[in-house]
């Protein structure tokens, strides 16, 4: 399995297997693996000893989670309210075009991952778009090119 | 080292004080949201690195602070002692301070900012026109501590509150000061925060909780971020005392997971916060013990309600339930749990160090204190403004804001988040507080202010609004679920051109349903956002669907782009940079944009630098 059981073990056993710890210990098997695996759902359940059906609903409840493995590059475009005044929709379509996918998929390459957030908060330099973990504030569709040249 | 006593806190306090020169030159670069998307870190290690080479290490400190709130000017360093306010900085700018104003005790004047109105340069925070009119008690202390030095915040005053309470005050007189200060919640509902606390006090049951709600998610709204960023003890400090008053032992502060720093902060200050003595058993000697835990958010909207937050977290998925039953009676694990936002907890330890009489002096009959807003969008100043409650609309967006940027004209401010609403300029004069704005359609909600000019389609921003909720509805009940789709489908349509007048009465009668039927109140104040467009600019829904116009220019299927042959150069940037091939021309010839293919992107009219792509 994609899963490796002991870095599960140690994950879980560090929040003392608690079932209400099930959103934490799902946050920390994604930063392993980079998404949720679907075996690793299925441990995490029988460790916790809960219903699968609650490991799964809340994998898919927040958007924190994804199912899907994710690419090397990712770049989250702010669809905050002051983002959207001031065109982030426009610098998504851009970037939907440039990487020929459409936001919350990855490029076939397995390079690139395009997602929307609704608010990461630094609404004062909107349109935010924040490749990997760096912000690049007053985007526009033709600062998209070099943002994705720069790489 | 552990503190076991009130007095040997101020001993602690005193040793500090004791061991810091007041005359040493400090700078202080802002590290907040804003000032980190404007590689504000870069700047701060210029600063330390150039101290180096000049052998300054020991003759001045440099400080990485919480958000200063002036985003728009980032990155923003205040030099102390002075508090002289240098804006925009680059790393090219660093051995110009230093040499100039470390060295020579100079300012550097293009660094400066200018008040345009005075036509004059200032030097000092104090003095620059954006922080004149506030009232920064809550964000004021970000600039003078590193959030990671438990030592900064006890050296301004910190954990004086909670000693006092410790030291001699009863829980139900906690209960009373705070009842007393009129201080309602700052996240969205604005209930009487004293009543709430007296509420748990009263509720059955040994084990009670209190909860800080760091889930900010509103679009648009940073404050509870900056907080926890920039002085996260305060918040510590006020869930302590809350804490003891509501006879708890244990505490969740439940942070929304897309901000890893606040989450860092708040880690830290719980860690050194258990060091020394203020969280845990016998917290100074009093027998009082108190403990927190920190959860991480999964990007829910919902989970800012607080049985969603309580179910999230138990583990579960973020659904609330029908509050038949009050969460102070029964909430996370059925037991009894008081949920107050990062904002409020930090107006606590201000309360009870300047008393009832001090806090509830400042605002207005029925809203409290300051309130912290975020002050964004079609804005000259962005940034996070702190104001008496009751100030008007008027002075926060034009003097505190400077107005709206490239001589544009202000069409309506959008506050309260999702559940708020738009509010125009024949109302620009209404004093902000709780019930004012809810009397005019909109809400508190947790501050955010969202400034929005003639070129900003309200019709637009209500579908932008119903999006949003549609994707963040958990789906539990009807009204909710599917009234927004339905909702969302009718705005479509009148934005793509193919709504119908009778489309607007339909949406009246839905947002009453969802206003009515919904389970929580994600669902009862989503109608909001719709129902004050409609009340104050049907002109632009009727623009819509009879002329098939955007009047704001904003719709893309109801605008078409075209070149004015009489003012293009034929350049040829359009034509390099439109990526559907839609425009074609020779070089120095007038170019032609093919109706056909063009996808209305907006980028030929973006880059055209002689007005000649006309958009209508």
Redesign the interface.
Known sequence: MTANESRLDSIIDEYNA???????I??DVQAEYNYLPEESLEYVAKRLD?PRV?VF??AT?????SLKPKGKQQIHVC????????GSK?VL??LE?KLEIKAGDTTTDGEYTLET??????????P?VVENEK???QM???KVESLLNSK | MKVISANKLEALRTEILAGKDLDKPCIAVCGGPGCLASQCLEVRDAFINEIEAKGLTDKVDVRTTGCHGFCECGPIALIYPQEIFYQRLSIDDIPEIIEETIINNKTVGRLLYTDDEAGQLVETEGEVPFYKKQMRLILGNNSKIDPHSIEDYIAIGGYSALAKVLGGMQPMEVIDEIKNSGIRGRGGGGFPTGRKWESTRNAQGDIKYVICNADEGDPGAFMDRSILEGNPHSVLEGMIIGAYAIGSNEGYVYVRNEYPLALKNINLAIKQARETGLLGDNILGSGFNFDLKVNRGGGAFVCGESTALMASLEGKTGEPRAKYIHTSDKGLWDRPSNLNNVETWANIPLIINNGADWYSAIGTESSKGTKVFSLVGKINNTGLVEVPMGMTLRDIIFDIGGGIPDGKAFKAVQTGGPSGGCIPESLIDLPVDYDRLTEVGSMMGSGGMIVMDEDTCMVDVALYFINFLMEESCGKCVPCREGLLRMGEILTDITEGRGRMEDLDLIQDLSEVLKDASLCGLGQTAPNPVMSTLKYFRDEYEAHIKDHKCPAGVCTELITYSIDASNCTGCGLCLKKCPAEAITGETKQPHVLDTGKCIKCGICYDVCKFDAVIKE
């Open positions: 608690e079932p209400g710890s099930l959103i934490s799902l946050q809960i609650q609903g809340v409840f927040f958007k924190a989670f669809m905050g309210t002051a983002c959207h005044v001031r426009k379509e851009e075009r957030v609704n608010c990461v908060g630094a609404c004062a330099l909107g935010v912000y690049h504030g526009t569709p033709i």
